[in-house]
């Protein structure tokens, strides 16, 4: 028997919530933990510590967007051909044993150091490269785990509450990502990076018994078509660059995405080198970022967005780049943390709106597919940003990346006013839109898996 969103319990959206949170807040923790960690493998008194800084910056990046880019292709169709309560439990493990070998790595200290041909002398020590793969297998399983989340939502809330719902999933996660890195940034200092990697892994315990205890199957109803795995990809992909307004979304979110890992790449050297502060000002930073954008999720759901969705969009992505110009005309940290705080309000903003357009818009059986070809198409860039960012960085200094990247964003936000095929999808007024009521019965109609 199919059941509804509205007949499966009330716990079940509560531990999805509290899985997806955790899973959420583990991976930028073990991030901020090897980001420091890197950074500090290069002593203020290297005469060439800024540059091999950003640049190893830049490798541990570029390590980890690559990998979900290349999963991103097919976790959406995974999402869709199987049972999703197994896909997430299996991310989750991957992401638990990854971490452990992390941690173990660390606490073994390989030191030895291994010349890299990106600049004259420039090394990284053995255990960076051991943890590479490990740090590119924990951001596959989040990549893996992602669109499931998203296409799971629904199975357990009712599309008129699809709002409040992810408003809620984003906002408790990073409350809980923000307050992580807050208590990593503080533990790394006396605690070192192996026992403060205990912290994300406490997270990903919780993922599992929350993800164990779901009663109802978050598979939903499928179509049966018939089509091979590689059909099934595909159509994800042909859906998403047919609807015009859509694709649109995809390429300002590329270009956005590019931009942000130019300027986020670099936050540990920022932190240590321009503000001269140490990893409880990053962790700071990580915890207003991250509180801001869970203001912001929350507070979507009390502006009425819908009637200009696409207007309301652009104006969010505007203010968010004169809110990154902030950074090369200050050293206080006061300053920054205000900045960030409101760079995450707008961006926890314009991610709930995307994620519920696109909950609303997408027929359910594609919803996996589509919200992972979109991942592939945003995030496509982002090694080449990371990368940029850090040969930026090195040549001309912290100053210009950020005045680049946040004059880039307002730019991109102003060119989302003028496009108006993204402004009729938003609205729900393309050409591809469905008639008032037509997912709800889509629901209903379509033959169980």
């Given amino acids: 028997m199919v059941r509804s969103p509205e007949s ?18 583990a991976v930028p923790t073990v991030g901020i933990i090897l980001q420091w960690t890197v950074v500090e493998a290069y002593p203020a008194t290297l005469p060439a510590h800024a540059m091999f800084g950003a640049l190893s910056l830049a490798l541990l990046g570029v390590s980890g967007t690559v990998p979900i880019l290349a999963m991103a292709v097919f976790s959406g169709t995974l999402s869709d051909r199987f049972e999703r ?25 390989p030191s030895r150091p291994i010349a890299i041909p990106l600049a004259a002398g420039f090394y990284v020590p053995e255990w960076f490269v051991l943890s590479l793969p490990l740090w590119a297998v924990v951001v596959v399983a989040a990549a893996l785990a992602r669109p499931t989340f998203y296409a799971s939502v629904p199975q357990v809330v009712e599309a008129e509450g699809l ?37 994300p892994l406490a997270f990903l315990e919780v993922t599992a018994v929350s993800l164990g205890t779901i009663e109802r199957d978050l598979t939903g109803t499928r179509q049966l078509s018939g089509r091979t795995f590689r059909g099934d990809l595909v159509e994800g992909f042909r859906y998403l660059t047919g609807r015009t307004g859509l694709f649109e979304i995809t390429l300002v979110s590329l270009a956005l995405n590019f931009l942000g890992a130019m300027a986020s790449v670099e936050i540990p050297l920022y932190v240590r080198d321009w503000l001269v502060q140490g990893p409880d000002v990053l962790g700071a930073l990580a915890f207003a970022a991250s509180i801001g954008s869970a203001v912001g999720c929350s507070a979507v759901s009390l502006v009425r967005y819908e009637r200009r969705p696409g207007a309301f969009l652009a104006v969010c992505v505007v203010l968010d780049g004169a809110s990154l110009l902030v950074f090369p005309f200050t050293h206080s940290t006061v300053a920054v943390l205000v900045a960030l705080f409101a760079y995450g309000v707008l961006i926890g903003m314009v991610t709930t709106v995307l994620v519920v357009l696109i909950q609303r818009r997408v027929p359910d059986e594609l919803l996996g597919r589509v919200f992972a070809a979109d991942e592939v198409g945003s995030f496509a860039l982002t090694p080449v940003g990371q990368y940029a960012g850090g040969i930026l960085t090195a040549v ?27 402004h009729r999808f938003a609205a729900g007024t393309d050409a591809g839109a469905a008639a008032p009521g037509a997912r709800a019965s889509r629901r209903r109609e379509v033959a169980p898996r």
């Fill in 8 to 25: 499966a319990p009330p716990s079940d959206f509560l531990r999805l919530l509290l899985a997806s949170a955790a899973a959420y807040a």
């Fill in 85 to 109: 309560r197994f896909l997430l439990r299996l991310a989750n493990l991957l992401g638990l044993g990854a971490v452990a070998a992390i941690a173990v790595v660390l606490f073994l200290d």
């Fill in 163 to 199: 709002t409040r719902a992810n408003g809620q999933v984003l906002t408790v996660g990073l409350v809980l990502a923000g307050s992580s890195a807050l208590a990593a940034g503080l533990m790394l200092g006396p605690l070192g990076p192996v026992l403060t990697l205990f912290l």
């Fill in 396 to 422: 001309r200094g912290l100053a210009l990346t950020y005045t680049v990247t946040g004059a880039g964003v307002a730019g991109t936000g102003a060119t989302m006013a003028g496009l108006r095929e993204l």
